[in-house]
């Protein structure tokens, strides 16, 4: 394949995506563009544009190619295309946007999406029609700025760079100057803000204000509906101002046929008008849109017989008017055109229909009526602005579809040249007409016609409105029977300028008769000529017209019959003697009256102005006619401009002497007139007449003459008004002088120039003379120079014509010379001066190099007068800017040196000494009152900015140079440095420049680097060695960090192709500054100590900049910094010091890139093993302390970065307390930074409390308290602390602290403080403060005792892999729950805040693998708390609310269990091989404390052998039945014992099904006996504990049996025959039981309930919501780690031994089919031996009320369950929570008003079971099992324990369904669980149950497992195997307090002995300490929980038995027990406060 080089095709846009699927290939994507270089066989060779680098191959037919231009063509050529650079930018910015708009949606930014891409569509859509090329130039234009707005906007929403433009282009910053930039910038802003016209913000500030642009209303009529007219009508529509009572434009006609439609079928979708030329006072007048509407038909619309049906009379109908007023405010506002209706009125009464319209607008209801409610028309309104070329232009469409023009009356406001107009507009008035001997009045109509002097009729001169065409004569309405008739109708007379003189008006009146021939007879007629005598025509007035008689048969052929006749009582007097014999005799008591207005160009009514242009008519008069031109309206001088010049240049030359001075006052005043703004148009006009049509040759020299002596006489004349119109005319009086000069020296062959000059420069000293005139005396001289100011650059231009650039420039320096100095000047004077010098700037002139070289100096002089004295500085900064403009724009054709010498000499200093000032003011002023100074800006700091770096830009080498050889002394030198730093560093701070002026800042920037390498060496040379200046090097040093750190250089934040672009143009101008502070720094010396440590932290700022070429110029001066102090102190204490604290100020406080992550490893290599550091380290003799120096910066950096990395916002709050602390550490324990420490003290409590965790917060405080003293020493004011002494601090922080704990909640950590403050308000005997701690104590002791708190959840949580934060990375933590948070909510927590973690699915240790891989693994269990406060959980007088604070607080040991299997395992009974992995954590600080986790500091392992297992489950079982007899045996007879018979229940019923007996097969097997003989002992203590379980089994059914409710008593016999069955079991293995127990007899066979059988899989299992066996039943669902969702096949716990492949599940099934399997004993086992809490990812299906303290422990949450084939072994079971799991407060309540508590009851019907279960069978059917019987029983398990008489169950209620509050959690798919959670009597104060739970369901849920027996208070073992009680009742709670009050006596009508008899075979029982089998005897109970404490027996009496007969005994427990119940309603009130929640 041979490749050549193209030639033509060089750039291309690909129209096809191209994957690059070849060799060599180059992927390209769809529209991009690129370079071709050569070609081969339909194969291109080039790069894309955006990547020119990566050169490849792609397919010729992909490319649209496009014509491009290359330069330097090769290897390196460029191409550029050959199109409209707008289409260049417009497809650039589109292919920018495209991804930025994607990213708006990702981002959730809909409403910026759907808008961009609006705008998109659009400016795609403009940009194909700018490249169509069918588009006109002004559409071309309009086009472009449509496009630069909207690009400008989606610049601006996008956060991208603003687009200077000029003429719609992008400019090049390098080809203008800085100010030009700066405004094109302010352009740019301006039209994304005003994002509708273009506005033209660089107009000069001095241009003429523009003419008022006219507004135009567009109407559409759009229906015109009636329902009784019938006949054809007019409309006609106008404009009336009502505050004036008149007309104010034509008419605008609509002719209609009798069905509504249009009578001319072309104009059906044409009846629109424009009414036009209304200008800003129109709109804002009272306007009215005014309809009236004229039928044609009969005389009487509903007579028939008035006339004959053939003769159609114009008859008034009615009127329609629409309010404007409010209307064109709003059409104003919108553009849109707008619908409106207007209701059609009817005229009461004809004789008032000419004020119809002002009667509806005054709304006088009683002379009008609405004909019918649906007659009215509908208009649309639009308004138009722009004069009318401009609205043809834009509406083409709408003005070729025939929209009637409908003009003001009058002229416009602005009069528009060569609008050539001759309109006569009449309005009837009025008539007077006799009767004529008529009984009846007459019914007059009036024809007008217009006649020729001829008497020839004119054709189509008469129009009736606009939008008809015009018509020869006109019929007026007829007023019926009316002699007086007044009919207010205008018309418009279009009569032909040259048939205006001599014609005149007839008009004809007839008389309509009604009668049937319906005859128009003629009885009169008036005339009126149109054009007077004296040549004037009629005057705009009310004309009283005479009516003279004449009949049908009287001609009208000789019309000079009549026109010799006076038409009216003016006329009278031209008409003296008038012959009777007359045809026509003039009626004297008839009149006619008509009112006229004249709009023409062409003539005039002025006599005045006629007797101008015919002055030699009347030579006498001249005098006076010129002092009359004064008093003509402007409007009719400007017709006749032309003609009133050219007379009054005849006058002159006619008599210059006697004239000349009036002809000049007229040419004054003319020249004058036309500045106003509506004769604005005109001013061309004059500038064309004198270009073409001035003649006057001799005139310059009576003008010169004329203006000199005015100007003589100012400092005469106390009068100066014609002076001064003089002067404001003076740009055209010079005008004149210099054509007429012309004229006379084209004539003359150039005759007199040198007089002309003469009197040119007399005129010009005439000039310097006014302006050098002292004014402090004379206000109206003050106005005299500021008119001659204001015109005088506007005389140069004319000059130059006549003069040489040189001679003009002179001229001008003389008279700016001559202006006074700014101190003699008021402020006014001041501005008029600078703006006329602004203007001689801004002149031709002053583009000329040679008049600038004479001007430039006498322009500086002002400027710097003024910037001195800090006058007018918005001013002179424009005429700086001009003047930059122009040198700048000069510089690229001459040498502009000399200028640039000038204005640095003049203006450099005093520029940076204003800049200085104004920034100052600026930030003092918004310091001070909120807002900047009027002269303080932005804009005027812009303005001067881009003025200074102007001029810096201009400055070349050789201008720096003699600039700071010109300093007088180094005094001088030092001011000057010191000022220019300061203002560039002032310039880079206070961000003048709006961060998306990209070009500008880039600009500036360079600008300045190049200034400081100018200046540089100066410093090095005049400041160094013996002459150092600190300030100056200081001031250097700042600027160059802040340069380096600007946001603007930050290249890495930019786009690859703007990145590219800035190193192209500019480099990479970070560096250059670097290089230039390196090579400073290393120029400083022995001085270098000077900027220690005051320079490290700057510096520092500027090592952060990722740019890797300033870290390694930067790294040498550390170095230095370092050795410089240790060769100075012998340490460098001050830079570590330093470098620390700029460390975390510049990372903490937010500085910094984006990707500071990145910055992590660039920064350890800065301070750790970078080699150029390190190795200049280890040379120098300090190597040790600076290694250990950069480790300690290092480990900070680590640390800093990643509190940095937290606090941005985003992420979660226990990272952010996790970075806090480990920082906060890292500053107290390694570098002992305790100010820092403290900093981040208060850090980490500002998100405590964010965070609402309080007691967290209040410890964290603390840490700051331990470190304060009680003593007296002054502290500084310190963050938000004042300055105070050390006491008051410590006392305000233990206050604090104290408010937080009580907060928290933790009111046991406030009391100490309490006690702290207490001791010193003691010591000063502030009894006052005393008494207010110690009320406060109190009150927290009793906020311990009657508050309940929930106990909160434990958690490990272990963190691996290499992308954790460091503080993080692959440790252990043990973390503190949130309230009500579970397992499960607590690992989707987690989850939450690393998304990108992975979940662990088993409990082991991970390998190295995963501690150094780059992801992150998340290892979550729960584990259980090892309080250490063993000693208060075990006093049996601690009431367990307290215990229970104890347990879970203060708590640095946790643990957890892992089951798993050593050896062979029995799958019948896996108790042989089942051991316990035992894990004790110890963490690095107590629980709670300053953070909610802490790290794990040390784990310990302890495995558990199957045999001790054993014996911990059965011991804890026992002491737990222990506790609960003790806690029931003196309960009221009746009362609730739910637990008791629960806890019965599960360990009788596991019994029966296989409980104890797989512990005898399992360890009493000859067998196992024999491998172990060392466990003899341990065998033997098992045996023991069976026994002894059976022995207090016994006893708990006497117990039971004593106070269960009759209609609990299913259930006890159920108990009771199960215990036979167990205790038979026992027999076999055991048979010396039954000598142990002889007062045991065996049960009668009768009492066993031979119909109980197992309950079937489809029976329903009834388990406690905390039970783990529920979590059996969603083993599918669970898995051994945080995965909510993994499939029990894979299994869970991998035994530690163990290697086989069986099922894992299978080891799961502790007791399948066993005696024990209901008991929590062996549940505990089932629950947590086989997923230790960790290994579960799903927690508990419900959350206890927030008011329970007592919580399940966590290490029983969530555990996994059995697989399928073991779920039949457990379908008996029924479980029981421990007393820990259980709510010390079983209880919901409402309070009712009355303050008295209301327990909720209601019903638990049968119903519900249907429901949820299917049809029951009812009770009593003999087919029921036990179970069934039992759970078809409603409410029979509620048992009262509060007293020992029995309670009347319920009567009316079944039991009490409550809901939780907590939120529901099902089971997994197919498994149903029915939770009971409490039922309870409905009697009187009795205490309501827990709430019933109902059937629910869950996939992903599982239910908690339940606690262990009563672990905290025995051994706080959480072993698996440790159980809880269980019940087939599930959870059954206590239904009343111990201290419940007495209720009313049992209706048992057995006696206590029948009662108590039920039970023969157990004999009483009397417990004694020498009793080896007995209890302990029962005790009072002091504790304020429901259910006793594990482990605490009530006291015993002093004789060892309960003394129920001793009144003392039962007196103190009344007491007790009224106390107790006070306390508990709080508690209530809490439970109570959920009942109704859902």
């Given at each position: ?506 008009f004809e009146f007839r008389h309509c008769s009604t009668k049937d021939k319906g005859e128009k007879k003629l009885f009169g007629f008036s005339f009126t000529p149109l054009m007077r005598d004296d040549g004037t025509t009629l005057s705009d007035d009310l004309h009283e017209l005479y009516v003279y008689k004449c009949d049908e048969n009287s001609t009208f052929n000789n019309h000079a019959l009549y026109l010799g006749l006076p038409c009216c009582k003016d006329d009278l007097s031209g008409c003296p003697n008038i012959p009777s014999s007359l045809i026509f005799q003039r009626s004297p008591k008839e009149t006619f009256c008509i009112s006229t207005q004249l709009s023409s160009t062409k003539l005039t009514q002025n006599v005045d102005l006629l007797a101008l242009l015919k002055w030699k008519s009347h030579p006498d008069r001249i005098l006076d006619i010129l002092g009359r031109l004064r008093h003509v309206s402007g409007e009719e001088i400007v017709k006749f401009l032309q003609d009133i010049l050219d007379t009054l240049f005849v006058i002159l030359d006619d008599n210059t002497e006697k004239y000349g001075l009036l002809v000049f006052q007229s040419l004054v005043f003319i020249i004058n007139l036309l500045r106003d703004s509506k004769y604005f148009h005109f001013r061309p006009v004059l500038d064309t ?1350």
């Open positions: 394949m041979m490749w050549t080089p193209t030639e033509e095709e060089k750039y291309g846009v690909v129209i096809s995506s191209f994957r690059g699927s070849v060799p060599q290939g180059l992927t390209l994507e769809l529209g991009e563009t690129v370079h071709i270089l050569e070609k081969s066989e339909g194969w291109y060779r080039g790069s894309s544009i955006k990547h020119p680098n990566a050169k490849g191959i792609f397919p010729a037919n992909i490319i649209h190619l496009k014509k491009a231009t290359v330069s330097n063509r090769g290897q390196y050529e460029t191409v550029v295309p050959v199109e409209d650079p707008l289409v260049t930018e417009v497809t650039s910015t589109l292919q920018e946007w495209s991804s930025l708009w994607k990213q708006l949606y990702v981002k959730h930014k809909i409403d910026l999406f759907y808008k961009l891409r609006h705008v998109m569509s659009e400016v795609i859509d403009l940009r194909r029609q700018l490249l169509s090329g069918h588009l006109t130039q002004d559409q071309v234009r309009e086009v472009k700025r449509h496009l630069t707005v909207r690009l400008d906007w989606g610049n601006e929403h996008l956060g991208l760079d603003l687009v200077p433009r000029k003429e719609f282009e992008a400019v090049d910053s390098e080809q203008i100057s800085v100010s030009d930039l700066y405004k094109m910038h302010l352009s740019s802003r301006h039209n994304v803000q005003q994002s509708t016209n273009q506005v033209d913000t660089l107009r000069q500030r001095h241009k003429e204000p523009r003419a008022p642009i006219p507004h135009h209303l567009l109407l559409n009529l759009k229906s015109f509906t009636h329902s009784n007219i019938g006949e054809d009508v007019d409309l006609f529509f106008s404009l009336y101002d009502m505050r004036e009572a008149r007309q104010i434009s034509e008419r605008f006609m609509v002719r209609l046929n009798k069905n509504g439609g249009p009578r001319n079928p072309e104009k059906l979708e044409r009846l629109c008008a424009l009414f036009t030329d209304l200008s800003s006072k129109d709109v804002k007048r009272d306007l009215h849109l005014v309809v009236h509407v004229i039928r044609i038909g009969r005389m009487l619309l509903n007579d028939s017989r008035k006339g004959p049906p053939h003769i159609h009379y114009r008859r008034p109908y009615g009127c329609a008017v629409l309010s404007l007023g409010e209307v064109l405010p709003a059409l104003c506002e919108n553009r849109d055109e707008k619908d409106f209706v207007m209701k059609v009125y009817m005229c009461n009464n004809e004789n008032e229909w000419f004020q119809i319209h002002e009667n509806i607008i005054r709304k006088t209801s009683t002379k009008y009526s609405t004909p019918s409610s649906n007659y009215g028309l509908i208009v649309s309104l639009q308004l138009l602005r722009g004069d009318m070329e401009q609205i043809r232009r834009e509406n083409q469409l709408l003005l070729n579809r025939g929209a009637a023009v409908t003009r003001k009356l009058g002229f416009p406001d602005v009069i528009i040249p060569g609008d050539v107009r001759n309109d006569l507009y009449v309005t009837l008035e009025r008539g007077d007409f006799e009767r004529g001997g008529k009984s009846v009045q007459k019914n007059i109509e009036v024809t007008m016609h217009v006649l020729y002097a001829d008497g020839e009729n004119l054709r189509d001169c008469v129009s009736l409105g606009a939008g008809e065409p015009p018509r020869t004569q006109y019929h007026s309405f007829v007023l019926y029977h009316n002699n007086s008739p007044r009919w207010g109708e205008l018309i418009k007379l279009p009569i032909p300028i040259d048939r205006f003189r001599g014609s005149h008006l007839r007449y004198i270009q073409k049509h001035f003649a006057g040759a001799l005139a310059y020299r009576e003008l010169i003459r004329c203006l000199k002596w005015y100007m003589e006489r100012s400092a005469d004349l106390v009068r100066q008004d014609h002076i001064q119109e003089a002067m404001r005319a003076l740009e055209n009086l010079f005008k004149f002088i210099v054509q007429s000069r012309l004229l006379f020296a084209r004539s003359t062959g150039g005759l007199e120039e040198e007089q002309f000059r003469c009197s040119i420069h007399e005129l010009f000293q005439s000039m310097r003379f006014v302006l050098s005139l002292d004014t402090r005396s004379s206000d109206t001289l003050l106005f005299t120079q500021a008119a001659l100011l204001s015109s005088f650059p506007a005389i140069f231009e004319e000059l130059l014509a006549m003069f040489s650039v040189t001679e003009v420039a002179e001229f001008v320096r003389g008279t700016l010379s001559s202006l006074p100095s700014t101190l003699h000047l008021g402020q006014s004077m001041d501005v008029v001066k600078l703006q006329s010098i602004g203007r001689t700037v801004d002149c031709r002139l002053f583009s000329y190099p040679e008049a600038r070289r004479i001007l430039l100096p006498v322009v500086l002089h002002h400027i710097h007068l003024h910037l001195r004295q800090q006058k007018e500085l918005l001013v002179c900064s424009g005429i700086l800017s001009s003047i930059f403009s122009i040198i700048k724009s000069s510089s690229t054709e001459v040498d502009v040196g000399e200028e640039v010498q000038m204005l640095q000499e003049s203006l450099l200093d005093v520029l940076l000494q204003t800049l200085l000032i104004i920034m100052s003011k600026s930030q003092s002023q918004e310091a001070v009152r909120g807002q900047r100074c009027p002269q303080c800006t932005a804009e005027i700091t812009g303005e001067y900015v881009s003025c200074l770096l102007s001029l810096l830009r201009l400055m070349s080498d050789t201008h720096y140079q003699h600039l700071l050889h010109n300093f007088q002394s180094k005094e001088e030198l030092k001011e000057f440095l010191l000022k220019i730093f300061c203002v560039f560093r002032n310039l880079l701070k206070l961000s003048v420049f709006p961060p998306d002026w990209t070009v500008m800042r880039l600009l500036a920037s360079n600008i300045i680097v190049t200034t400081v390498q100018y200046v540089c060496p100066a410093v090095h040379k005049n400041f160094c060695e013996e002459d150092f200046d600190f300030k100056v090097w200081n001031s250097y040093f700042s600027l160059a960090v802040l340069f380096i750190n600007q946001p603007s250089l930050q290249l890495e934040n930019f786009a690859a192709g703007k990145r590219r672009r800035i190193l192209d143009k500019y480099g990479d101008m970070r560096v250059m500054m670097t290089y230039e502070l390196f090579n400073m720094w290393q120029n400083l010396g022995e001085h270098k100590y000077h900027f220690i440590p005051g320079m490290i932290g700057p510096f520092l700022g500027v090592s952060l900049v990722p740019q890797p070429e300033v870290r390694n110029i930067m790294i040498p001066i550390f170095h230095d910094m370092m050795d410089c102090e240790q060769r100075r102190n012998g340490n460098f204490k001050q830079v570590e010091a330093e470098l620390i604290d700029k460390l975390d100020s510049l990372v903490s406080e937010g500085k910094g890139d984006e990707n500071y992550r990145e910055l992590f490893s660039l920064l350890s290599q800065l301070f750790g093993p970078y080699p150029s550091l390190l190795e200049k380290i280890e040379q120098e003799t300090w190597r040790e302390p600076g290694a250990s120096f950069v480790t300690s910066v290092t480990r900070l950096m680590e640390r800093l970065l990643d509190y940095r990395d937290c606090m941005k916002g985003e992420e979660t709050e226990n990272k952010k307390v996790g970075c806090t602390v480990n920082l906060m550490n890292f500053y107290k324990s390694e570098i002992n930074k305790e100010e820092m420490y403290i900093r981040y003290i208060h850090k980490l409590c500002d998100l405590h409390l964010q965070a609402e965790s309080y007691t967290e917060a209040a410890f964290t405080l603390l840490l700051y308290w331990e470190t304060l003293q009680w003593e007296d020493r002054s502290l500084r004011e310190f963050l938000h602390y004042p300055a105070q002494s050390e006491w008051q601090r410590k006392e305000s922080l233990s206050r604090k602290i104290i408010h937080y704990f009580n907060k928290g909640k933790c009111w046991e950590y406030g009391i100490p403080l309490c006690r702290e403050l207490a001791a010193q308000y003691e010591k000063l005997y502030d009894y006052q403060s005393l008494s207010w701690i110690l009320k406060m104590e109190s009150s927290y002791y009793d906020h311990i005792m009657d508050q309940q708190r929930l106990e909160p959840e434990f958690f490990r949580i272990g963190f691996y892999g290499k992308k954790f934060p460091f503080f993080l990375r692959n440790k252990e933590f043990v973390c503190r729950g949130h309230d009500y948070e579970r397992l499960e909510a607590f690992q989707q927590r987690m989850l939450g805040e690393f998304p990108q973690a992975i979940a662990m699915q088993h409990l082991n240790h991970p390998d190295d693998t995963i501690l150094q891989s780059d992801s992150q693994y998340l290892q979550i269990y729960a584990v259980t708390p090892l309080p250490d406060t063993p000693r208060v959980l075990n006093m049996d007088q601690v009431p367990e609310r307290i215990k229970s604070f104890y347990r879970v607080n203060n708590v640095r040991r946790f643990r957890y269990d892992r089951p798993f299997h050593r050896g062979a395992r029995d799958k019948d009974n896996e108790f042989k091989s089942l051991w316990i992995e035992r894990s004790t954590l110890t963490l690095s600080h107590s629980l709670p404390g300053i953070s909610c986790w802490f790290e794990v500091q040390k784990r310990e392992l302890v495995e558990v052998s199957p045999l001790e297992n054993a014996l911990q489950v059965l011991g804890n079982k026992t002491q737990e039945l222990r506790a609960l007899i003790t806690q029931y045996q003196h309960h009221n007879l009746h009362g609730n014992i739910n637990l008791l018979s629960m806890c019965l229940n599960g360990v009788i019923d596991a019994a029966v099904n296989g409980g104890i007996t797989r512990y005898q097969e399992a360890f009493f097997d000859k067998d196992y006996i024999t491998q172990h003989p060392e466990d003899a002992d341990k065998i033997g203590q098992l045996k023991e504990l069976m026994l002894e379980q059976v022995h207090v089994l016994g006893v708990g059914l006497a117990v039971h049996e004593r106070c269960v409710h009759p209609e609990m008593r299913p259930l006890h016999k159920k108990l009771v025959d199960q215990f036979q069955v167990m205790r038979s079991s026992l027999y076999q293995e055991f048979p010396m039981l039954e000598k142990m127990n002889p007062s045991c007899p065996p049960l009668p066979r009768s009492n066993i309930l031979l119909s109980h059988g197992a309950l079937n899989n489809d029976s329903m299992r009834m388990l406690h919501r905390h039970s783990p066996l529920v979590v059996l039943s969603s083993v599918r669902h669970s898995s051994s780690s945080l995965s909510s969702h993994a499939s029990s096949d894979t299994g869970t716990t991998p035994t530690a031994v163990d290697s086989e492949t069986e099922d894992p599940y299978t080891m799961q099934m502790l007791l399948p089919h066993s005696l024990h399997a209901g008991s929590i004993t062996n549940v505990s086992a089932l629950s947590s031996s086989y997923t230790s809490p960790s290994s579960s990812s799903l927690s508990s299906t419900h959350s206890a009320p927030s008011q329970l303290i007592n919580s399940a422990p966590s290490s029983t949450r969530g555990s996994p369950s059995l697989p399928d084939k073991y779920r039949h072994s457990r379908d008996l079971v029924m479980l029981l929570p421990a007393p820990r799991d259980r709510p010390s407060s079983a209880m919901y309540q409402t309070g009712t008003e009355s303050g008295q508590v209301v327990f909720q009851r209601c019903v638990y019907p049968r119903a519900l079971f249907q429901q949820v279960l299917g049809p029951c069978k009812p009770c009593s059917d003999p087919n029921l099992s036990v179970a069934e019987k039992v759970l078809a029983a409603p409410s029979s398990w509620s048992l009262d324990s509060g007293t020992r008489e029995s309670l009347p169950f319920l009567t009316s209620h079944v039991g009490s369904v409550l809901t939780p509050t907590g939120p529901t959690r099902g089971l997994t798919q197919g498994h149903y669980s029915l939770h009971f959670d409490a039922f309870h009597p409905s009697v009187g104060d009795g205490a309501p149950a827990l709430p019933t739970r109902s059937l629910r369901k869950s996939p992903l849920h599982t239910i908690p497992a339940s606690p262990t027996s009563p672990q905290s208070c025995l051994d706080g073992s959480n072993s698996p195997l440790s159980g809880s009680a269980s019940s087939g009742v599930s959870s059954l709670s206590e239904g009343t307090f111990p201290g419940c009050p007495d209720v009313t006596p049992s209706t048992d009508p057995r006696t206590e002995d029948q009662q108590s008899g039920c039970f023969q075979h157990y004999p009483p029982v009397r417990y004694s300490l020498s009793d080896p089998n007995g209890l302990e005897p029962p005790k009072v109970q002091p504790c304020r929980s429901h259910s006793a404490p594990n482990g605490v027996t009530p006291p015993r009496s002093p004789s060892g038995e309960h003394d129920e007969g001793n009144p003392e005994h039962d007196r103190l427990r009344r007491i007790r027990r009224n106390c107790h119940m006070a306390k508990e309603q709080a508690a209530r009130v809490g439970w109570d406060h959920n009942v109704g929640k859902p």
